[in-house]
């Protein structure tokens, strides 16, 4: 009984910034589950749609169905669409998972105007945007998974990198906010706070950066972005029906640190 808690046959997901390596092991996971998956870009890039067709490609070779589909996520017309096919193409929509990441590094006097909007409509504004446009579906149904995935860094934040941290920060109350009313509607809402990832450009490749990370975990290494898919899976699933407002890390002890 409990691992039939865990499968996903019948449900429909879409994976919003699903271009990436964090998406793409979530998307391919709930396909696994049993889900069919619809993958979102994050920016309408051509390297994006190239990376979200790939991952759409092993939905179909585990026999699920899927699509893939280049949208700006900060656009609510293209989210909205994004919505509407989802249900259109694969008959509903169960699971919304929004992985928007844009980082940004700088310090706060130097950081323009511009920037700090950019910054906070791609990692925040867009999964308010996502979250909305799901809710037309899954409220009239009563029925709805929604998992926002953060940052570590939304709960501790590192100097030179303000409008960032207080995005990912975002996510986190926005997630509580929206479980809390939704909470009678039978749409759960929750988050994935993602540690120091090894397959994220920059970090994984710097290796005096990755050094220094790894020292300071005490599992002493990054993470994988599978290592995320599991829970993923979980959160979907009947079996975190009474699970709602809560993010959950996966940071290798990272806030255990004083």
């Known amino acids: 009984m409990v691992t039939t808690q865990f499968e996903l046959s019948g449900k429909v997901a879409l994976v919003v910034g699903g271009a990436t390596a964090l998406g793409r ?38 026999g ?22 989802t249900v259109d193409e694969l008959g509903r929509l169960d699971i919304l998972v929004n992985n928007p990441d844009l980082p940004f590094a700088k310090p706060l006097a130097e950081t323009t105007s511009d920037e700090w909007q950019r910054v906070l409509t791609a990692n925040l504004s867009s999964v308010f945007f996502a979250c909305r446009a799901a809710a037309a579906v899954m409220l009239p149904r ?11 860094l939304g709960e501790r934040g ?11 920060a975002g996510v986190i109350n926005l997630t509580r906010a929206l479980a809390l009313e939704w909470a009678r509607t039978g749409v759960t809402v929750n ?14 490749r710097d290796e005096s950066a990755k050094k220094a990370l790894e020292h300071y975990l005490p599992l002493r290494r990054l993470a994988r972005s599978e290592e995320m898919a599991g829970l993923a899976v979980y959160l979907a699933s009947d079996a975190s029906e009474f ?9 290798g002890g990272a806030l255990a640190h004083v």
């Open 142 to 152: 009563g029925k709805g998974r929604i998992i926002n995935v953060t940052s570590i």
């Open 158 to 168: 590192l100097i030179n990198s303000t409008a960032y941290y207080a995005a990912k």
């Open 243 to 251: 699970v709602t407002g809560q993010t959950i890390f996966v940071e």
């Open 64 to 85: 699920r169905k899927g699509f893939a589909m280049a949208i700006d996520a900060t656009d609510v017309a293209q989210v909205e669409v994004a919505v509407r096919r």
């Open 191 to 204: 988050g994935i706070g993602v540690g120091f990832l090894e397959d994220v450009p920059g970090i994984g």
């Open 25 to 62: 092991a979530i998307g391919v996971a709930l396909a696994e589950a049993g889900a069919d998956v619809a993958f979102t870009t994050l920016t309408a890039n051509r390297q994006e749609e190239v990376a979200a067709n790939s991952a759409v490609n092993e939905v179909w070779a585990l």
